[in-house]
C-alpha cells in the first residue's frame, strides 16, 4: 500500500480549514515562499557548479561583505513573491530600503521579511546554510506601504520559517499553533510533514556562542559561560558541550532537536561602536524567537523579552540568548542580580 505523507501544503490547507474567514491568501502566500526555499535549496546543493560561490564585492546596509549567494537568493525570494498579490511589500536583510510591489501586480495584505541565506559566510565552506523569514499583517494604507508599516514586535507575527539546507533539506514553520517541521522529497519536489509538534527539551548541557568574543563579554554571560566550563567540579555539577556553526539556523535547529541554548549577547566591542546586537531583529531574532517560544522554549536579550520589543527601524539589530527554558531563566536571573 501507498504510504500517504502529508505534504506542507496540504499541511496550511488543513491549518487553514480550522480559521474562520480564512481566504486562502495566507496558504498561497506560504506556498510562494516555500517555492522560493526549494529553489534555494537547489542553487546551493549544486554550488560551483552553478558558479554561486564566492564575493558578490559589495557590501550590504550594515557594512557587510555580501556574498554572491545573498544576491542571488535575495532575488528568488523578490520574483516568486512579487507577483501572487499577498503581499504589499517585503523587507530584507539585504535590501537598504523595504521592497515595492512592481507597478501592474496587484498588492495584498501581508508583509513578508526575510533573510534569504543565513549564514552565507559558510557557503564557501561548504557547511549548512539557512533561509529565514517572517510574516506580518499589512495594518493601515498597504496600496502605500511604507517602512513604518514593518515596525510590529514579533508577537505580531502571523507566521515565521526557517528552511535549513543540511544534509537534508528542512523547512520549519509556526503559525503559533506549535512548531512542525518538513523535509525535502527530491523525489517529488515536495517539502513533507516528518516532525510533527517538535518541542524543546526544557533541560539541556548543551551551549553555543562565538567564544572568541569572550573577552569582551559583559559579566552576566562571562558568568554564565564559566559556570558551564567548569563541568562536575563547579556549581553546575555537570559536564557541558559546546557548538558553533556560525549559521543561526543549524544552531536552532539543533536545539529545536536535543535542546541547548544560543547565545549571541551584546559585548564592551558593540558598545564601543555604538551597535546593539550582531544579529537583526526583523530578519533573525524575531522569526526565531517566535519558533523557539512555540515550541517551549525562550527567548530574549538578556533583558527583555525579543517578541516584545517595540522596534525601532528596519535593521535594528538586538542581543539574543534562546533555546532551553531553564538555561534561558537562569541566564537572564544573571542579568537581573
Ligand atoms: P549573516 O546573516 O550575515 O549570515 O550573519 C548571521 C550569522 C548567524 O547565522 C550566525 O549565528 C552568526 O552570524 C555568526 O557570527 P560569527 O561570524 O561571529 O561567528
Ligand atoms: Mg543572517
Given at each position: 500500500m501507498h504510504n500517504h505523507r502529508t505534504?506542507?501544503?496540504?499541511?496550511?490547507?488543513?491549518?487553514?480549514r480550522?480559521?474562520?474567514?480564512?481566504t486562502g491568501d495566507f496558504t498561497s502566500l506560504l506556498n510562494d515562499v516555500t517555492t522560493?526555499?526549494?529553489?534555494?535549496?537547489?542553487?546551493?546543493n549544486h554550488g560551483e557548479l552553478v558558479g554561486v560561490l564566492g564575493a558578490a564585492g559589495s557590501e550590504n546596509i550594515q557594512g557587510e561583505e555580501q556574498k554572491k549567494m545573498d544576491i542571488i537568493t535575495n532575488d528568488v525570494f523578490l520574483q516568486t513573491n512579487e507577483w501572487a498579490g499577498h503581499l504589499a511589500a517585503m523587507a530584507s536583510e539585504e535590501m537598504d530600503d523595504i521592497y515595492h510591489i512592481p507597478d501592474g501586480n496587484p498588492k495584498g495584505k501581508y508583509l513578508l521579511t526575510f533573510d534569504p541565506l543565513d549564514g552565507s559566510s559558510n557557503m564557501d565552506v561548504n557547511v549548512s546554510v539557512g533561509t529565514i523569514f517572517s510574516i506580518l499583517r499589512c495594518k493601515g494604507d498597504c496600496q502605500n506601504p511604507i517602512a513604518e508599516h514593518f515596525l510590529q514586535a514579533g508577537t505580531e507575527q502571523v507566521c515565521a520559517g526557517y528552511a535549513l539546507y543540511g544534509p537534508s533539506t528542512m523547512l520549519v514553520l509556526t503559525t503559533g499553533?506549535?512548531?512542525?517541521?518538513?523535509?525535502?522529497?527530491?523525489?517529488?519536489g515536495e517539502f513533507v510533514l516528518t516532525?510533527?509538534?517538535?518541542t524543546i527539551p526544557e533541560e539541556t548541557r548543551e551551549f553555543a556562542i562565538n567564544a572568541s568574543n569572550m573577552r569582551h563579554w559583559e559579566e552576566p554571560v562571562k558568568r554564565y559561560v564559566d559556570e558551564c566550563l567548569q563541568g562536575k567540579e563547579g556549581p553546575r555539577g555537570e559536564d557541558f558541550n559546546m557548538r558553533w556553526v556560525a549559521s543561526m539556523v543549524a544552531e536552532v535547529h539543533r536545539i529545536l532537536t536535543r535542546g541547548g541554548v544560543f547565545m549571541y549577547?551584546?559585548?564592551?566591542?558593540?558598545?564601543?561602536?555604538?551597535?546593539?546586537?550582531?544579529?537583526?531583529l526583523m530578519y533573525e531574532a524575531n522569526p526565531m524567537s517566535f519558533i523557539v517560544e512555540q515550541a517551549g522554549g525562550a527567548s530574549t536579550t538578556g533583558r527583555e523579552r525579543i517578541m516584545e520589543i517595540q522596534p525601532k527601524?528596519?535593521?535594528?539589530?538586538?542581543?539574543?540568548?534562546?533555546g532551553s527554558k531553564n538555561e534561558v531563566e537562569r541566564i537572564t536571573s544573571y542579568h537581573n542580580e
Amino acid at each position: 500500500m501507498h504510504n500517504h505523507r502529508t505534504s506542507v501544503t496540504q499541511f496550511i490547507i488543513e491549518e487553514q480549514r480550522k480559521l474562520q474567514g480564512a481566504t486562502g491568501d495566507f496558504t498561497s502566500l506560504l506556498n510562494d515562499v516555500t517555492t522560493a526555499c526549494k529553489v534555494i535549496s537547489n542553487l546551493v546543493n549544486h554550488g560551483e557548479l552553478v558558479g554561486v560561490l564566492g564575493a558578490a564585492g559589495s557590501e550590504n546596509i550594515q557594512g557587510e561583505e555580501q556574498k554572491k549567494m545573498d544576491i542571488i537568493t535575495n532575488d528568488v525570494f523578490l520574483q516568486t513573491n512579487e507577483w501572487a498579490g499577498h503581499l504589499a511589500a517585503m523587507a530584507s536583510e539585504e535590501m537598504d530600503d523595504i521592497y515595492h510591489i512592481p507597478d501592474g501586480n496587484p498588492k495584498g495584505k501581508y508583509l513578508l521579511t526575510f533573510d534569504p541565506l543565513d549564514g552565507s559566510s559558510n557557503m564557501d565552506v561548504n557547511v549548512s546554510v539557512g533561509t529565514i523569514f517572517s510574516i506580518l499583517r499589512c495594518k493601515g494604507d498597504c496600496q502605500n506601504p511604507i517602512a513604518e508599516h514593518f515596525l510590529q514586535a514579533g508577537t505580531e507575527q502571523v507566521c515565521a520559517g526557517y528552511a535549513l539546507y543540511g544534509p537534508s533539506t528542512m523547512l520549519v514553520l509556526t503559525t503559533g499553533q506549535g512548531v512542525n517541521g518538513f523535509t525535502l522529497d527530491m523525489n517529488i519536489g515536495e517539502f513533507v510533514l516528518t516532525h510533527p509538534n517538535m518541542t524543546i527539551p526544557e533541560e539541556t548541557r548543551e551551549f553555543a556562542i562565538n567564544a572568541s568574543n569572550m573577552r569582551h563579554w559583559e559579566e552576566p554571560v562571562k558568568r554564565y559561560v564559566d559556570e558551564c566550563l567548569q563541568g562536575k567540579e563547579g556549581p553546575r555539577g555537570e559536564d557541558f558541550n559546546m557548538r558553533w556553526v556560525a549559521s543561526m539556523v543549524a544552531e536552532v535547529h539543533r536545539i529545536l532537536t536535543r535542546g541547548g541554548v544560543f547565545m549571541y549577547p551584546i559585548d564592551e566591542k558593540m558598545k564601543a561602536k555604538g551597535t546593539e546586537g550582531k544579529l537583526r531583529l526583523m530578519y533573525e531574532a524575531n522569526p526565531m524567537s517566535f519558533i523557539v517560544e512555540q515550541a517551549g522554549g525562550a527567548s530574549t536579550t538578556g533583558r527583555e523579552r525579543i517578541m516584545e520589543i517595540q522596534p525601532k527601524e528596519l535593521h535594528q539589530r538586538v542581543p539574543v540568548v534562546l533555546g532551553s527554558k531553564n538555561e534561558v531563566e537562569r541566564i537572564t536571573s544573571y542579568h537581573n542580580e
